[in-house]
């Protein structure tokens, strides 16, 4: 039997995608795009081919935690998930890294969604700052602000209301 990662990794994306639309109101194909966006980051910034293919395949599921925790929580009839939330942040990061440990194509690089959200300053969840950040998670977290901002910029006025951008 033939393994086809590229489709596998696009329809687990797009099932993420409509999740988190439900969940959260963000739009679909949030990860596609986050994934195209680091691709161009990292293509300017030189990265391998292997970290590459590495980073579309990230970029495409760096929300995987986030979408299992707000189910959690949908079920459990708990609070609304939101990433304004600390606590919920921290748990999408670190049951993302989980979940993509299970992925056998990407054991090497699964701190990269755990420490997808931190900032260069050190003002992050997980306290580390600078260099210590993997540079993958660098790239994602900058793609996946680009793609939020232009995003929540041109959808609809209910979407932008609910995340205070008008």
Known sequence: M??????????????????????SGVTSNHGKR???????????LGLSFKELHDIVALGMLH????????????????????????EDTVAHCSIGENSISMYPFLTDVTNVIKYHHERYDGTGYFNIKGEDIPKMSQIISMADEIELN?????????IRKKYRIL
Request: glycine fraction near 4%.
């Open 2 to 23: 033939l393994f086809y990662m590229n489709e596998f990794l696009t329809a687990v994306s797009f099932a993420l995608d409509f999740i988190e639309m439900d969940l």
């Open 63 to 86: 929300d995987i935690g986030a979408v299992e925790r707000g189910l959690v929580k949908k079920i459990n009839a708990e609070s609304e998930y939101t990433l304004k939330n600390a």
């Open 150 to 158: 232009f995003d929540l910029r041109t959808s609809d006025f209910k």
């Open 34 to 44: 986050t994934a195209y966006i680091s691709l161009k980051i990292a293509k300017e």
